[in-house]
Structure formats: structure tokens, C-alpha cells
């Protein structure tokens, strides 16, 4: 549900899940799933129209994923009457067990939705419902940093199992090694256009990126993040207020006490890289687009690592699970 660019999709089929449905409404984002994986079934569609009756191939999947539109957590009071699209796909989402019934639930959101009081309302209303359907849930924080993605990145998600799986679950276990910087990220594909200064900018670049996030899909163009983030990449010689079309060329003169004239910005395929995409996976779309696909994206590597801890529960009793995900 809410498949975007795939990050969340292909995370779990690195884990051993075979994605059966994958849904979503932006259409750029629906081409990018297509280009990259044709073999997958994606339907563009609004997740609150959808109905499981005319899709038989969902019943009964080992996993109702999805990476849910941020809920804002005002939104989020009273839930009785909220008019709010982000909480009504929610409580879809969560309606849509019933339906599926899954195995197991894995929903991706902000990490605000796991620890406020202003969330209490929608946790409530999760837990009612998925305990009486017969599954037992927790909701718990993941950084991306901790599993080799170059950037600071908190991530609130819920899982859930029927019945008494829940006990067999244990999160991932972080990366112990030392966190990839966004120089080191970064610095072959920012010596890609010729530029000779790109040992010297990735060497300064020494620390993980600030949290990359995708913005409003209905307003504004393409950058950074806010301004507490561009000042963290002003730090590493990077204009945070923008996208770049291209990598600097071998005239770029990087000069950071100049300004924003003197640093150079990130192409989307770079920003890709921070969100652990692999190279290989295309983005479809004018520019902002593309950029908003990848900041709203799920990171791979944290779902691959947290589809790895599902799939172990779903084949614990010995019987292998079908691995599929809808």
C-alpha cells in the first residue's frame, strides 16, 4: 500500500518477500515501479477506493505492508470526525486487515506516531481494532544510520502478528560498523562530470546526511529539507536549497565562503544514494517529482533489515512461508 518509488517493496524482496500487489496513486510514482520491476502487479490507485473483493490474489498474504502518508500529529485528536486524507488512509490501511488478512503488518511512519500524545487517539483506535481481528501489535523507532544508510533518519513503525507470533519477534540488529558518510557515499558519483576537487569536498564530507525528507506533493519545488538541514549541508560545502540537474563539471571552483554561489548541490540520483537505493533503480518524472519520490521513500536497507526479522517469525515453525507481500 502506498508503494511510492519502492523503497519499502524492494527492501522486503531482498528479505525473501515476492510482492504480489503493490498500490499507489501518483502515477510517476507507479512508472518508477514499473521500470524497474515489470513483473510486478502496480495499480495505480487510491487506497481509500480500494477493495479487496476484486483482487483475490491479496487474500490471505503473508504481509500487508505499507509506507503510510505522514500523519500530522493535530490531525490525529479526534479521529471520530477527522476530515484529515493522511488519517483517513490510515485507518484504511488498518481496515484493510480485515479484509487481507495477513500474517503479519508492517506499517512505515513518522516516528512522532510512536511516542506523542498527540497520536494516542489513532494508537487506540489501532489497537482496537487489530486485537479484535486477533492480532498483537508494538510500535516501535528504527534509525536508518544504524543499518548502512548515510543518513540520520528515525522512522516510526508498527508490526503486528495473529496470534501469538508476536512473541517470536525481536528487532534487527544494528550495524556495528562504522556509519557511512555522505563523502564516502558520494565521492565517485561527484567525480563523475570531471570535477578534480571531489577527493578534497567527499574527505570534509565526514559525517551522515541530515534527515532527507520529500516535502508536499502538491506544492513547492525540490530541496533539502528545512533550514536547520541546509545549515548541516552548508557544513559540508552543499546547497540544501536545491536539486541539481547534473554532478559538477571540471570548471566548478567549490568556494563555501562564497556562498551558495560557491557549493554545489545534489542530483537526485545522489539523494537516492543517501536513501540506500542502489544505482540500478531508476526514478520516472520531471525533477521535482523524482526528488520527491526518493525523500518520501522507505530506505531499502532498513526495510530489507526489518523484513529479514519478519521472515524468520513467519518461517519459525517450520513450515516456509510463501513469502508474499501485498
Known amino acids: 500500500m502506498c508503494a511510492g518509488a519502492g523503497g519499502l517493496s524492494l527492501g522486503l524482496e531482498r528479505a525473501g518477500f515476492d510482492p504480489i500487489l503493490l498500490l499507489d496513486q501518483w502515477p510517476d510514482a507507479c512508472a518508477t515501479l514499473h521500470i524497474n520491476r515489470p513483473a510486478w502487479d502496480v495499480r495505480e490507485d487510491d487506497l481509500l477506493r480500494f ?25 490525529a485528536v479526534h479521529r471520530a470526525e477527522n476530515k484529515d486524507t493522511s488519517v483517513q488512509v490510515f485507518r484504511a490501511a488498518v481496515e484493510l486487515v480485515y479484509g487481507v488478512q495477513p500474517r503479519a503488518v508492517l506499517f512505515e511512519n513518522l516516528p512522532h506516531i510512536v511516542t506523542k500524545e498527540s497520536y494516542e ?20 523507532i528504527l534509525n536508518a544510520a544504524d543499518y548502512r544508510v548515510p543518513q540520520d533518519r528515525p522512522v516510526g513503525f508498527l508490526i503486528a502478528f495473529k496470534g501469538d507470533a508476536m512473541d517470536e519477534f525481536t528487532l534487527p540488529e ?11 557515499a558520494l565521492s565517485d558519483s561527484m567525480a ?20 532527507i525528507v520529500g516535502g508536499s506533493l502538491n506544492r513547492g519545488g525540490a530541496d533539502l529539507g528545512p533550514k536547520g ?5 552548508a557544513r559540508m560545502g552543499v546547497d540544501g536549497g536545491t536539486v541539481a540537474d547534473a554532478v559538477p ?16 548541490a545534489l542530483t537526485v540520483e545522489q539523494v537516492a544514494v543517501l536513501q540506500g537505493f542502489p544505482t540500478s533503480w531508476g526514478f520516472v518524472g ?6 520527491r519520490q526518493v525523500g518520501h521513500a522507505t530506505p531499502p536497507p532498513l526495510a530489507e533489515a526489518l523484513g529479514r526479522s519478519i521472515h524468520r517469525v513467519l518461517t519459525c515453525d517450520g513450515t516456509p512461508a510463501l513469502g508474499h507481500a501485498s
Open 51 to 75: 477493495d479487496p473483493v476484486d483482487h483475490q490474489q491479496v487474500y490471505d498474504v503473508d504481509l500487508l505492508a505499507g509506507g503510510l502518508p505522514r500523519v500530522k500529529g493535530t490531525a
Open 121 to 140: 487517539p489513532l494508537r487506540r483506535f489501532v489497537k482496537e481494532e487489530l486485537e479484535h481481528l486477533g492480532y498483537r501489535h508494538e510500535w516501535f
Open 174 to 184: 544494528r550495524v556495528l560498523d562504522p556509519p557511512v558518510t555522505v563523502g564516502a
Open 192 to 211: 563523475a562530470g570531471g570535477w578534480p576537487g571531489a577527493a578534497v569536498w567527499a574527505a570534509q564530507a565526514d559525517r551522515i546526511a541530515p534527515t
Open 229 to 233: 538541514s541546509k545549515r548541516v549541508w
Open 249 to 264: 563539471g571540471p570548471d566548478f571552483v567549490w568556494d563555501p565562503e562564497r556562498g551558495r554561489a560557491g557549493m554545489m
Open 286 to 291: 520531471r525533477k521535482t517529482s523524482r526528488y
